[in-house]
């Protein structure tokens, strides 16, 4: 199975930045959509960003222009770079992986994020 190790999570004033790692036991490069979900205390776990293979990327409108989702093929990881930090973005951030040969999901352990007003 695909193994998942998530990092970069902390804590940050408001209007701060950090940047999520997601690195893959597997070539990233076979896997169909690649993503991050998140999920505040009390929600539904929502998605937040996602990319495909082939590059295409899909935000939530709540981050759009202040998130974005990046591939290294290289290195096996997946990105998510946030900016402009808002106390609502405060959740637990996972990353999630599709394959469709498999029909199978993965999920990364969670790393929090706690944002400050």
């Known amino acids: 199975q695909v193994q998942l190790v998530e990092s970069g999570g902390g804590l940050v004033q408001a209007g701060g930045s950090l940047r999520l790692s997601c690195a893959a036991s597997?070539?990233?490069?076979?896997?169909?959509?690649m993503g991050w979900y998140r999920q505040a205390p009390g929600k539904q776990r929502e998605l937040v960003a996602s990319?495909?293979?082939?590059?295409?990327?899909d935000y939530a409108d709540s981050v759009k222009g202040r998130f974005t989702i990046s591939r290294d093929n290289a290195k096996n990881t997946v990105y998510l770079q946030m900016n402009s930090l808002k106390p609502e973005d405060t959740a637990v951030y996972y990353c999630?992986?599709?394959?469709?040969?498999?029909?199978?999901?993965?999920w990364g352990q969670g790393t929090q994020v706690t944002v400050s007003s």
């Open positions: 999630h992986v599709f394959v469709a040969a498999t029909i199978t999901d993965y």
């Open positions: 597997t070539s990233i490069f076979r896997i169909n959509v």
């Open positions: 990319i495909t293979s082939g590059g295409n990327t």
